[in-house]
């Protein structure tokens, strides 16, 4: 297969970054065409992707450094949906900042080929290429605002950031010091060989490695960064970290672990590791986010709880083999689409509302049913479905992934992971509750929406639902794409 | 095959010591300027350890690209940054750093002597030509991806640091 073919998801969405710099400062005039090349480069990645799809993949590409599987392809197909999604968030948000409008699609496209790059990558310098990648767009565009709290969260940001980058750095250096190879097939079968002789040396490794992901993962003990972040940077640049680079992050830690440090006497350090890990982000998120006033900060907190509910599921898959593997990866996969639509369409419907009443504070949000009711109805509904409650996606992504760790003996952090559901209902519905029983303030004028951003909060809240109604074509897709992972076990 | 003998062992701990010294003194020095001299000085000691290893283009990229380009810039920084800036600030972290650090080291030391490390005695070191092929070939991938990466940084860099009052113009024009 040509090489520019298997790259094409990725190039489709560079090119339209390069379009929009030549427009940007070719043609100022038509700068409202912008955000459209954006969207039009996403279309055409998806659908460079679904060629894949029917032409079969490969695995072997770039000397090994790419892999071109179905594991890939489910990640292009959700980076390229959520980028779109935040494009069309933005397009108001940019108009009304009136600057760098350019600049600002060109590092929200770049980091999403950061990000697919990453969900393919299969070589530990690749590996970290495409997470500086997707990082040091986000860096920027954490500080894209004017205000003082943005460039705040810009710097926090990156300082914590290049902290996280330099422990993974020294883990895959002592990874590739051992193995000497940077190829995750070639440690794969290198760990299986020698690794149990040298397993202090793997467990600092991979320690390193957790810490670095994690602090992309936003999981205690990484989470420092996640609430003055998520506060400051502009709103639909924490849509974005909040599910892009967390999906990716899981993404690649699950393809590092089950294709190079799957092997048994590994796998069992690994599910007591996750299994902790899971359990303290889910209690620390959820305990925070209940005496939070703003709901940034609040949607971040609970965004630490969610990405331990998703390491639920990778525990799962480290604890049991076959059965275990296929259902806790799956599960991962499920909860990490179904999390990324809810998650976006509770931000976009939050900028749609912030943008009218400048101000992010849960209180301001009282009687927003009389003040917007499609917005504060498909707020209502994410939230629901971050809860996981029926009818929702969430629903089904929590039954997955705690199924999953019941099959592997698990019990324990199943019942951690249900009574912080409970408890994340308090916070979410009285979110919930403050807008369809709050009185609005005497003023307050009724909240109007643009048609880009009811389009974007719209299709996720649908997502959301559809995936209720019928969650096993996404299940299915989750299930093979697991699969195309090659472990070995 | 390199650390037989006495003079690269001696060359090893001396290297050691020179590296671990400023780098220290990058920590401890109060004047930021003393602190990016010693940065320096760290910088060369690491090349000393490329050359030792055999990779001598490596050793000469560390010189030229950090001690001549980014330490450099550093200075440059500091220089044009107000004087009250230029001091490394006070902290109550600093002994519980030094405690993690300690235990970091301790826990590195341990496991590496642990480790079966595999080691090889004829090591044919890679000119700059087969660099260049392998970055050209195998490593294609991650060359391009670095360039794209440098691209981003430079228009997130313009974008950062223009002033509302050059945006004001551009927005006329």
């Known amino acids: 297969m040509n090489s520019l073919d298997v790259v094409g998801p990725q190039l489709a969405v560079l090119i339209a970054a390069g379009i929009i710099v030549v427009i940007d400062a070719v043609v100022p005039h038509q700068r409202r065409l912008i955000p459209y090349v954006a969207l039009a480069g996403l279309a055409a990645s998806a659908l460079w992707t679904v060629s894949w799809v029917s032409r079969g993949y490969e695995d072997d590409i770039f000397g090994g450094t790419l892999a071109l599987d179905e594991y890939a392809a489910f990640f292009y197909f959700l980076f390229a949906g959520i980028t779109a999604t935040i494009v069309l968030a933005s397009i108001d948000w940019v108009e009304r900042e009136g600057r760098r409008q350019g600049e600002y699609y060109v590092l929200v496209l770049t980091a999403c080929s950061g990000l697919m790059f990453l969900a393919a990558a299969r070589d530990l310098i690749t590996i970290f290429l495409a997470l500086e990648l997707s990082s040091i767009p986000q860096y920027i565009l954490a500080g894209w605002g004017k205000d003082e709290k943005s460039s705040e969260a810009g710097l926090k940001y990156l300082l914590l950031g290049a902290i996280a980058s330099s422990l993974l750095l020294y883990g895959m250096a002592l990874l590739y010091g051992l193995t000497g190879t940077t190829l995750l097939t070639e440690i794969g079968s290198e760990v299986a060989a020698n690794g149990a002789d040298n397993r202090s040396l793997l467990i600092v490794a991979t320690t390193l490695l957790i810490a670095g992901f994690g602090f992309k993962m936003a999981i205690v003990p990484f989470q420092m960064w996640v609430p003055d972040v998520y506060q400051g940077a502009p709103t639909p640049v924490t849509a974005f970290l909040s599910v892009g680079s967390k999906a990716a992050a899981f993404a690649v830690v699950t393809r590092i672990f089950f294709e190079a440090l799957s092997p048994e006497f590994l796998s069992n350090d690994w599910s007591m590791v996750f299994a902790v890990i899971a359990a303290v982000s889910m209690i620390i998120g959820n305990i925070m986010a209940i005496v939070q006033t703003d709901i940034k900060r609040m949607l971040g907190y609970s965004s630490i709880a969610q990405a331990g509910n998703i390491l639920v599921g990778l525990a799962a898959v480290s604890a049991g083999g076959g059965d275990a593997f296929k259902l806790g990866g799956s599960g991962v996969l499920f909860f990490l689409a179904a999390y990324a639509f809810t998650n976006l369409g509770a931000f976009v419907a939050i900028i749609a509302i912030s943008q009218q009443i400048n101000s992010d504070r849960i209180k301001d949000y009282a009687g927003m049913w009389k003040r917007s009711p499609f917005l504060a109805v498909m707020l209502a509904f994410c939230l629901v479905s971050l809860t996981g409650i029926p009818p929702t996606a969430g629903f089904w992504a929590k039954i997955f992934i705690f199924n999953a760790a019941i099959r592997a003996d698990l019990a324990w952090l199943v019942i951690i992971g249900v009574a912080n559901s409970a408890v994340s209902a308090f916070y979410y519905l009285s979110v919930v509750k403050q807008m369809f029983l709050g009185e609005p303030a005497e003023d307050a004028a009724r909240v109007s929406t643009s048609p880009s951003i009811a389009l974007a909060v719209g299709a996720a809240s649908i997502g959301v639902l559809v995936f209720f109604v019928i969650p096993m074509p996404l299940l299915s897709a989750a299930e093979s794409a697991i699969q195309g992972l090659v472990p070995l076990t | ?173």
């Open chain 2, 1 to 173: 095959m390199a650390l037989e003998g006495f003079g690269p062992a001696f060359a090893f701990w001396l290297l050691s010591a020179i590296t671990l010294i400023s780098a220290g003194g990058v920590m401890m020095a109060r004047n930021l300027l003393h602190a990016v001299l010693f940065l320096i000085v760290t910088f060369i000691g690491v090349a000393g350890f490329f050359i030792l290893l055999s990779a001598e283009f490596i050793a000469m990229a560390q010189v030229v690209i950090y001690v001549g380009a980014v330490a450099v810039l550093i200075l440059f920084a500091i220089l044009l940054t107000p004087r009250s800036a230029r001091d490394n600030s006070e902290t109550v972290w600093g002994a519980p750093a030094a405690l993690l650090s300690i235990a970091l080291a301790a826990v590195l030391i341990f496991v590496i002597h642990d480790t079966a490390w595999s080691e090889t005695n004829s090591f044919q070191a890679p000119s700059v030509e087969d660099l260049g092929r392998a970055l050209l070939s195998t490593w294609v991938l991650p060359f391009q991806l670095a360039s794209v990466l440098l691209t981003a940084a430079l228009i997130g860099a313009i974008m950062l640091v223009r002033s509302p009052e050059e945006e004001a113009e551009d927005a006329l024009s």
